[in-house]
């Protein structure tokens, strides 16, 4: 059975940190390529960054430079380093572990920002 299991959301100011961990069981982790997406109310589900299985990293435009993702093969955990924190950051941040043809989701963690 496949988990995927969000921790480290919670209620910061503005331009504060937080960093996101998600931990798997269930797979092979250093095979599968790791993303953190985000949703907001009333908004789609959106990307905010990924980490392939080979370490290489992408960001959406509006976190390049505040966050950073990391992985840690040997803990099957990804991380989401995110600094500057803004109000619109605030969002329900899901963890997805994906390998063609397979993705599995986290439950989600929120994160809220206040001004």
């Known amino acids: 059975q496949v988990q995927l299991v969000e921790s480290g959301g919670g209620l910061v100011q503005a331009g504060g940190s937080l960093r996101l961990s998600c931990t798997a069981s269930?797979?092979?982790?250093?095979?599968?390529?790791m993303g953190w997406y985000r949703q907001a109310p009333g908004k789609q589900r959106e990307l905010v960054a990924t980490?392939?299985?080979?370490?290489?990293?992408n960001y959406a435009d509006s976190v390049k430079g505040r966050f950073a993702i990391s992985r840690d093969n040997a803990k099957s955990t990804v991380y989401l380093q995110m600094n500057s924190l803004k109000p619109e950051d605030t969002a329900v941040y899901y963890c997805?572990?994906?390998?063609?043809?397979?993705?599995?989701w986290g439950q989600g963690t929120q994160v809220t920002v206040s001004s």
């Open positions: 980490v392939a299985s080979r370490g290489n990293t």
């Open positions: 997805k572990a994906f390998f063609w043809p397979s993705e599995y």
């Open positions: 269930g797979i092979m982790f250093s095979s599968y390529h």
